[in-house]
């Protein structure tokens, strides 16, 4: 099959964006990421993975309308696409097919 | 948002303010927005996690983390123009400005005229300087290589002295005793002993030679020498052997290869054998130790007598070299060095009521720090000099660099419009800034390509200017090429950058709208003014400089030394001294009837010399001893040299005649005054010295003489006495003459010297000569400083003279006007020149007291000095503000002659 590449983080991001729905920017994505994973990953990592999904198609993003709460600064908000979408489902089926035929391995207990 | 309970709402914490700088500053526009806003709202939720300080920590990080290409890059438009480097681009800016060139031929060549003249200079300043640095860089062992000095207390007239050189028994002591001297050397400079030449002979031909060295066999393994024939560690094993240098085995046997040849040797001893054991070269390298040859120290005579000597107070004439193991402490051995010569020769010194101290120099060090210490091997020259010729040469490239800057602002109204027009359709500032830049560098290499084969082709003259003599060698040495590389770089940036910054700023809309240069225009002029005065300020103090050396100079070649220098030949019998035939030659010379009188010397003044004594007045004892050097002399030195007496009487032939147990001596002022004796007690009296070995030497003060410059005079008068020596052992003849025909007189001579000593060459000095060659460091600043106040004159000349055409041209229509209006060619001249002239006054003023430090820092090295006086900054002040004059004027009268009708009538 072939499909765009994924990092792990990318993934990671790419999921947060899809489960934020169209409610997400760059600080819910990192507030939600370290919530969920209990990583500690910085901004400027959101954003440059943000931006190479873009730049690949799998999130698609506009600005948002100006707050006051960050000086009047707009948000840019992000959307999956079909296409990312997609991808994520790709992967998760890959997974799943793995799971699928894993049959409990008896580990070794001198291992 | 919620704020901390205990935070008013009114304050918000704010991140760092430079941080936030940084990331407008980096941070590509299109970006900026989202990410500071995702950052201050983060950086609010860290705050009340974390507080404000950690918070703002986090930002910085969160900071230096965005500065990334991602967040960096630009967004690229449609419209954008290529990078300024594009090849394409760099192409286009060598045309345009060869283009400008060609356009513009005579400022192209008063730009290029300059910045070559300036590179020859800067170029040869640089080279000379990198080779006078390369000196001992060579040996393997280079870093571990090291010279003892001995600095000695309590002597002569300053009370202290440093010497290059130290007692002979300390290189093999110091061997032995320490382990981290692998290698110990030591070189003795028989010119020291008075043996000022040898003769070589080889079959029937002779020949004299001047600087051979003697040298402990170690020597070969402690330095590296290129050997072209010979075994370098085995060399010097073998005594009456020699290694000579290849030019030396030419000039002997017309082949380099001259291994096991002999030659008869006349120097300390006569006719001795020598076989040749190795002929070297200096293809390895500079070094401070370049004699024509190298003879063992185990030999008789100086070799027997250094060896033997165990002197650890005095005898400072043996040049003392260690080779020392990788990681030895320099200072723990200085301390052991001192350690030894306390436990070894503490006694000694304590008798001779002499301090001394050792020192270790890096062998590295020893070419660029010659004026530190006195008996130099060879000539040096010291970091001092060479960093004050690296400033001036970098003056004299800024002084051309000034030149294309003014130049270039100058014409600025005239370029303005291609500025406005290329902004307009599109140009950036970086395109133009690297369009004005690649101009600059075109010059600088068109000045640097011209400059190499000029300085190629004017090294034989610069080499007389510096006293140098260096050939370069630009295909092996790397080094040169950067050197030209970096200078050419920096000369174009320094030149080109602020015309770039200056022609790209302007506003093409202001441009365009009145034709006229931005509000800047005066700015740049003021500037403009500025670089002419720095420029002059650097002629100026070149000028007054000039002028203050050369007066030193004169001064010092000028002043009474105590001595009659004039007319005096010096003929030197070192060869057959004490011999009775020295007699016989002094009776045949004195007969002529040129000759007024002759003297023998040990060491005529301004000779080196080399013999020292304590001596202490009756009623003393050593620890009132001063020390003195002393010349043997005959009964004639007063009378030859016109030296005034000034109590006692002068020697009698009976005090030279035959040696006698209680010498007699006539000493000198300062010697008299520093042993505490009275002018009317003097003669007649006994002064002692103790020897190490219970002895007492005696000598009987028959006279006291004036003071004489016997030796450099930036050096102040050291106690001296003349020995009355037995003429024939006095090898230095000096004769007064009294001749019309020098060469006649000479060939008089000659005929006297074939017919007694037809092997031996014969030569012959002049006094005057002689004490002038002292000066020969002061004669060769005095050049460089000539040289480069003409070179900074001519160029500064050049770029007024440029500016000079442009207000000329700019001038024209009012110079028009007022002759129509009645003004003369003289107020016309005065008007335009005005403007400059006043410019230069005030350079001079600048200037004055920057000379004053300068030169007074040169000045006081000399215990004979002059005084700076007024009128030599009026002087200087008058030359440069007519040689400016004179420049300017060339392109006012001109202007002012012309025809009215023409300049009023175009447009």
Redesign the interface.
Known sequence: MKRNYLGEFEELVLLSVAVLDGKA???AL??EINAQTDRNI????V??AL??LEDKGMVASA?GEPTA???G????FFQITPYGLRTLEDIQNIRNSFWSRLDYPKIDPSL | ?SHAPNQTPKQVPKPPRWAESFLEWFCAPHLL??????????FL?EVNKLGLKRAQFWYF??VL??F?P??IRRKPTPYSSPSAFHPTMIRNYLNIAFRNLSKNRLFASLNVFGLTIGTICCLYILLYVQNERSYDQHHAAADRLYRITTELKNIGATGEEFLNSCSPPIAAAAKTEFPEVEMATRMVNPELFGIERYLFKVDDRVFYEKTGYLVDSTFFKTFDYHFIAGNPAKALDAPQSIVISEALAIKLFNTPYALNKTINITGQLADEVFKVTGVFNGNLGNTHLMPDFFMPMNSRGLGDFTRQDNTWAGNNFAYTYFKLRPGSNIQVLETKLNDLLEHRGGDQLRQMKMKKILHLQPVIAIHTSATDGKLDVSKGTSERFLNMLLLIAGFIQLVACINFMNLSTARSTRRAKEVGVRKAVGAGRSTLIAQFLSESMVMTLLAVGLAIPLVIVLLPWLNEITGADFRLNMVQNGWSWAIILGLALLTGIISGSYPAFYLSSFNPLSIFRGMKTNKSGSGAAYLRKSLVISQFVIASVLIIGALVVQRQLNYLLQQDMGFDKNQKMIFSLQMVQGSPEVETFRNRVSALPEIKALAGMSAYPGQFVPNDISLYPEGGNMNTAQIIRFAFADEHFLKTLKIGLLAGRNFLPQDTAQTIQEGRVIINETALKKLGIQLERAPGMVIKSDRADGNQFHYTIVGVMKDINFERMSEAVDPYMVYAGQVRNLPQVVADVNANDYAALIKKVQVIWNEMFPSIPFEYKFLDQEVANLYQAEQVFSRIVNAFTMIAILISCLGLFGLAVFAAEQRTKEIGIRKVLGASVGNLTALLAKDFVILVMVAIVIASPIAWYLLNLWLKDFAYRIQIEWWLYLLAGGIAILVAFLTVCTQSIRLARANPIQSLRSE
């Open positions: 920017y760059g600080v990192l507030q910085q901004l400027n990592q954003h440059a931006q190479r600005m709460e960050r000086g600064r707009r948000k840019r | 948002m927005e989202e990410i500071q806003g995702d950052l201050h709202e983060a939720i990080r969160e983390g965005f990334r991602f967040a």
